[in-house]
C-alpha cells in the first residue's frame, strides 16, 4: 500500500533554517503532484506548498522566498527547504500526494489521496 514517511523535523531558532524529507513508497512516484501542509492546534491544515510531475512549484504567500519544495524522483522523496524561519511556522507538516489532482485544487487539503504522519517543526525565539 501506498505510504509517505516525514522526517527531519525539530527545534529551530528564529531566522534558521531546516529542512524536512518525506519518502514514499507504493506509488510510481514521478507521477505525482506532491504537497507539504501544516497545522497547529488552532488553525486548520494549510497548504505550504506543491511540486507537480513537470516540477513546477507553488508557495503560500508568507513562505515564498523563504522555503524551497523540490523533488527526487530516483529516491522517491520530496523535501522542504526552509530558511529565515519564524515563530509562525510552528506546526506539524505533513506532506500528501495524488495522481490526478488538477492545478486549481493543490492548495486544498481534501484533494490530496495520501498523506504522511506528520513531522513536528518548532520555531522558538
Known amino acids: 500500500q501506498v505510504q509517505l514517511a516525514e522526517s527531519g523535523g525539530g527545534l529551530a531558532q528564529v531566522g534558521g533554517s531546516l529542512r524536512i524529507s518525506c519518502r514514499a513508497s507504493?506509488?510510481?512516484?514521478?507521477?505525482?503532484?506532491l504537497g507539504w501542509f501544516r497545522q497547529t492546534a488552532e488553525k486548520e491544515r494549510e497548504f505550504v506548498a506543491a511540486?507537480?510531475?513537470?516540477?513546477?512549484?507553488y508557495y503560500l504567500d508568507s513562505v515564498r522566498g523563504r522555503f524551497t519544495i523540490s523533488r527526487d524522483n530516483a529516491k522517491s522523496e520530496v523535501y522542504l527547504q526552509m530558511d529565515s524561519l519564524k515563530p509562525e511556522d510552528t506546526g506539524v507538516y505533513y506532506c500528501?500526494?495524488?495522481?490526478?489532482?488538477?492545478?486549481?485544487?493543490?492548495?486544498?487539503?481534501?484533494?490530496?489521496?495520501?498523506w504522511g504522519q506528520g513531522t513536528r517543526v518548532t520555531v522558538s525565539s
Open positions: 500528501a500526494a495524488d495522481q490526478s489532482i488538477i492545478v486549481s485544487s493543490y492548495r486544498q487539503h481534501n484533494q490530496y489521496d495520501y
Open positions: 507504493g506509488l510510481t512516484f514521478s507521477r505525482y503532484v
Open positions: 511540486i507537480n510531475r513537470g516540477r513546477s512549484t
